[in-house]
């Protein structure tokens, strides 16, 4: 007997396993279904109810393990609307779901960020949508998680928020600047979202418009609340901290005040959201924090989202069930009890009933209540869906007239836009006028300039008349070219919009007659329905007419269902009639719509007729155009050769013999007329691709003429002072590029040559005479000006570094002499070298010296001008000084060479005497060129005289002691004759005497050597025997004497110095 009582228990164990098993599949089955439905590739909005059954399915498992699951299947990285509808699910899920959400989303954070990442570097307009999207999530996720107090849906009372703040300043502060941060994410995507509906012309009703606007729902709500605790937490910051310090957030805060008003303004005014939610208003000024009072002020915006009161239309391909809903804890087991009874029936079908139970008939009973129940639900459920396609075709239909309506107000636009064209054509037709006036005019002025072209200064003035002339006349054709591209622009606008009204007119036609075969379908479902019903009446009531015992219950619930269907046919017979309204309606709606199509078209007609006269008008203006840049071209061609035949008149004047100019002016202008046959290369090239526009080549003829006679002129200017070879050469150049520019003038002036006039061989020229100039330029001028300044210092210092290297070897070699050397050789050594030493402390300090007085003269002499300004301007003393600090410094390399050499006894006396005349000679070079620049009455230059005097008493002193060595080291062998005979006497002096030839002999070659030597050094250093040009028309005789005597010589040395190289010698008239 226990065992059988028992049965039940282990039965329902088993089926309660069972159950279990089958209910995780089916709740498997269905997440996947809904998942798949909503994060489709498809541009169509998430739909609610897939969305819904996948927020159910979160607190079902208490997480979103499953949603991850499927989710992570998707190739987002392959679809951009995939990914978009994606983050939109994600949104809802995290702000709607089960609190566990924000963990199981975290978890997958890196994925999330490398998919924004992906999509914000390839050019898509839903990539850049996805790429801000999934970075507003991973910001809400990262708030969220950092301040889990704080809901995801931000759904938190002012005592939670004030509490997730604290009373710490620097946490309010921390906590306003994110939600600064949340909002601008927020503010971002949506703002981005609106202008992508704008540029791509989306309507809000379309399907492509929905699936972008969709997600903004959960933005304004976020908006919304972001917004409240912005302004309490700010309030609160200037409660604690001064009005100073937080500017900037008030500033942040009034940026995302007016993006967030301009936000929600526009969002309300969409036919999308109207529906959907009320977006609230916020006030016309943000928040006074500066008083605290406005808090009082302060109203919480309040999203609101309306209730649906009939459910939502089912897919053709979704026979999925409505999901159940949520089912509390505690109700689990009052309905396992209730279940309880059922599984008892099952054991005493199987096993007979107990004594006082229920028969058969009492279970067909409860049964047929059941079905009526459902029947009822089923019912009410049919009811429900007829309203609610009542109430979308009336919402469609709405939303259709209000297309209507902006579509007449666009065609109202589009005829006022033709009037203003048209205002604007006879504006240019009375700017043409004055046009033609203006061109009589300029053909007066070029008559007048003709007439006095053998004056060349009025000459020039008339010019200077004719080319502002003929920039006002390159503005107005550039204006009127401006409104012809309008005008165009114009014209293929109103083509578009026509265009589209067209598309929009046809759209409207079939979707009326798609929702017109949808409605008769719909009916004709719901009559199969109710015939299905009324077979199951039938049924229902066969069934309870063979229950004898039950016949006045029976009887009863008959008559209630026979009222219910009387009802339910009244209710069918209304919304026939209302359909039929209805089909009335749209009928009469696609006969306005014809006729508004064939209105649009008759205007249509009538515009391209208009744009036809409108085109002809411009195809006129645009040859006279033409006409009038060829003649404006002509014009400055007749400009430009008169100006190079004048520069070509002054190369046989007789006054221009006088006019001298240098090579560098010279060059400097070949440069220049180098760059301007560039430019009329490109000039002519644009205006042959556009002949509507020859600005460009009339600017570059201008410029090219002016630079070409000035090119002309001073290279004539420039042969008078050269050579004769290079002055013929430069001569000729000069009327080559004449006769070439000229030709190339000719071939502009007539449209059969316009088009291979060629300035290839006018640059062939002028690079010649760009040679030529650049060979008759000084060879000392190879440093450019503007590295004068940072060479001088350049050279001082290494001259300062040379001398200090001299010292440290010369006390090398003493210490060295010490250890090598005893007696008379050491102290021959150690004076020459001692005096060497003062030698080089003296020149150090005549450096230091020459260093403070050129401080002082560039400081007193610039001026206003920079230091390398100062020196480039005095180009050729800052060469001077130059070239007279290398001096010093070769000087004190050689003299520590030489001083090595004789101490070594490798060297010769004679080397260390020569360098120490050379180290005179170079320090007064030195001083030289740093007296002429210097006041007289100067402190800096007396200190430097009296730093070279001593130089010089230093250089005597080490010729005099190598000289003193010299004599006591050599050894002088004594003379004795008494054992020659006089033949022998005779030869000897013969042979002497033969020596003394020889050696007078060689002393005046070398002599002579050493002249063409320094005749040459002054020709590398340039410095010409001839007067060299100096500016423009300036000359300055730099000439040297021909019996000049020469300086001292010195040996030959093949080495390179170490620590200097050999200076390039100046004459000391250089510095005058």
Avoid at 809 to 814: A, F, G, P, V
Wanted: glycine share 4%.
């Amino acid at each position: 007997m226990n065992s059988i009582r028992q049965v039940p228990t282990r039965v329902k164990s088993r089926r309660t396993e069972a159950n279990l098993g089958a209910e995780r599949e089916h709740f498997d089955k269905q997440q996947l279904s809904s998942i798949s439905k909503a994060i489709t590739s498809a541009e169509t909005p998430v739909k609610e109810k897939h969305v819904r059954r996948i927020i159910l399915g979160t607190y079902r498992e208490k997480g979103a393990y499953t949603f991850w699951s499927y989710a992570l299947g998707f190739p987002l990285a392959s679809s951009s609307i995939l990914s978009w509808k994606f983050c939109s699910v994600l949104h809802k899920v995290l702000r709607d779901g089960h609190r566990n959400v924000l963990q199981d989303c975290m978890r997958h954070h890196t994925s999330l960020v490398e998919i924004g990442k992906l999509w914000s570097n390839l050019h898509d307009k839903y990539g850049q949508l996805v790429a801000l999207y999934t970075k507003l999530l991973c910001t809400k996720m990262e708030f969220h998680a950092k301040h889990s107090e704080i809901p995801p849906n931000l759904e938190a009372s002012d005592e939670l928020l004030e509490r997730t703040a604290g009373t710490d300043v620097n946490n309010v502060f921390q906590l306003t600047v994110e939600v600064f941060d949340y909002l601008d994410a927020e503010l971002r995507l949506a703002e981005t979202v609106i202008r992508q509906l704008n540029t791509s012309i989306a309507i809000s009703t379309l399907t492509s418009g929905q699936c972008r606007l969709a997600p903004l729902i959960q933005v304004v709500q976020d908006c919304s609340h972001l917004y409240h605790f912005t302004v309490k937490l700010l309030f609160k910051l200037h409660a604690c901290l001064p009005a100073d310090t937080l500017q900037g957030h008030r500033e942040r805060f009034h940026d995302q005040f007016h993006s967030l008003k301009t936000f929600f303004n526009r969002a309300r005014d969409m036919i999308y959201f109207k529906r959907l939610i009320q977006i609230p208003k916020l006030p016309d000024s943000p928040p006074n924090f500066l008083h605290a009072a406005s808090l009082a002020k302060h109203v919480k915006p309040v999203v609101v989202i309306p209730d649906e009161d009939y459910p939502e239309q089912p897919d053709d391909d979704d026979d999925e069930p409505e999901p159940e809903p949520l089912i509390e804890v505690s109700e689990v087991s009052t309905s396992s009890i209730q279940a309880q009874p059922q599984q008892l029936d099952i054991f005493d079908q199987t096993f007979g009933p107990p004594n006082g139970g229920f028969d058969d008939r009492d279970l067909q009973i409860e049964n047929m209540k059941r079905d009526l129940e459902l029947l009822r639900a089923e019912l009410e459920r049919v009811k429900l869906e007829a309203q609610r396609y009542i109430t979308q075709l009336k919402s469609q239909i709405n939303s259709l007239e209000a297309e209507l309506e902006e579509q007449r107000a666009q065609k109202q636009h589009a005829f006022v836009e033709n009037e203003q064209l048209r205002m604007e054509l006879e504006a240019t037709r009375r700017r043409n006028a004055e046009h033609e006036s203006t061109q009589v005019v300029f053909i007066e002025a070029e008559q007048r300039a003709q007439a006095t072209e053998q004056r060349y200064n009025k000459l020039k003035e008339k010019h200077t008349e004719l080319v502002s002339s003929h920039a006002e006349l390159l503005r107005r054709s550039a204006d009127t070219v401006k409104m012809l591209s309008a005008t165009q622009q114009t014209q293929d606008e109103v083509e578009r919009t026509k265009q589209q009204l067209a598309f929009e007119v046809d759209r409207i036609k079939q979707e009326a007659d798609m929702k017109l075969e949808e409605q008769k379908f719909e009916m004709e479902k719901l009559k199969r329905a109710l015939d299905e019903k009324m077979a199951e009446m039938m049924h229902i009531k066969g069934t309870l007419q063979s229950s004898e015992m039950t016949s006045e219950q029976m009887s009863s619930s008959m008559t209630a269902l026979q009222a219910e269907k009387e009802r339910l046919m009244r209710s069918v017979s209304e919304r026939e009639a209302e359909l039929s309204s209805l089909k009335q309606t749209a009928t009469l709606q696609q006969s306005s719509l014809q006729q508004e199509r064939e209105r649009s078209s008759r205007e249509m007609v009538e515009l391209q007729g208009k744009l036809q006269e409108k085109s002809s008008q411009e195809e006129q203006l645009k040859q006279r155009l033409l006409e009038e840049q060829f003649s404006l071209l002509q014009g400055t061609v007749s400009e430009a050769e008169n100006i190079i035949q004048d520069a070509v008149a002054k190369l046989d004047d007789p006054l221009h013999i006088r006019c001298t100019s240098s090579p560098d002016y010279l060059v400097s202008r070949a440069e220049a007329t180098l760059g301007s046959v560039d430019k009329v290369k490109k000039g002519h090239a644009d205006y042959l691709s556009n002949m509507g526009d020859a600005g460009g080549l009339l600017r570059a003829l201008t410029q090219f003429s002016h630079l070409a006679a000035d090119t002309i002129i001073n290279g004539s200017a420039t042969a008078h002072m050269a050579p004769t070879d290079h002055a013929d050469r430069l001569t000729e150049n000069c009327r080559g590029c004449a006769t070439e520019s000229l030709q190339f003038f000719k071939d502009l002036k007539t449209k059969t040559t316009l088009q291979r006039a060629d300035p290839a061989a006018i640059r062939v020229i002028v690079q010649k005479i760009l040679n030529l100039g650049q060979e008759l330029r000084p060879k000392g001028m190879d440093v450019r000006q503007d590295e004068l300044g940072d060479l001088v210092d350049k050279e001082m210092a290494a001259t300062s570094a040379a001398i200090e290297e001299a010292v440290r070897r010369i006390d090398e070699m003493m210490n060295q002499a010490r250890k090598d050397t005893s007696g008379v050789k050491l102290e021959v050594n150690e004076r020459i070298l001692n005096s060497c030493t003062d030698l080089m402390k003296a020149i150090r300090l005549l450096v230091i010296a020459s260093t403070d007085l050129q401080k002082e003269i560039a400081e007193g002499g610039r001026g206003a001008a920079s230091l390398k300004e100062f020196y480039a301007r005095n180009s050729r003393w800052t060469e001077g000084l130059i070239s007279a600090a290398k001096a010093v410094g070769w000087g004190a390399t050689e003299m520590v060479e030489s001083a090595d050499k004789v101490v070594l006894h490798t060297g010769k006396y004679e080397e260390l005497i020569v360098c120490s005349h050379e180290i005179a000679a170079s320090t007064a070079q030195l001083v030289a060129a740093s007296k002429v620049k210097a006041a007289r009455g100067s402190t800096r230059l007396s200190a430097l005289q009296q730093a070279s005097r001593h130089v010089n008493e230093m250089a005597a002193n080490v010729v005099g002691s190598t000289r003193t060595g010299q004599e006591h080291l050599e050894e002088k062998e004594t003379m004795d004759f008494s054992g020659m005979s006089l033949i022998k006497l005779r030869k000897e002096e013969m042979e002497s005497q033969v020596k003394v030839l020889e050696l007078e002999s060689q002393l005046g070659n070398e002599r002579l050597r050493l002249g063409e030597l320094r005749k040459k050094h002054y020709d590398v250093v340039g410095v010409p025997s001839e007067p060299v040009s100096e500016g423009n028309g300036g000359t300055s005789s730099l000439a040297y004497p021909a019996n000049m005597s020469p300086k001292p010589s010195k040996p030959v040395l093949f080495k390179k110095p170490a620590l200097a190289q050999k200076p390039n010698l100046l004459p000391k008239s250089m510095f005058k």
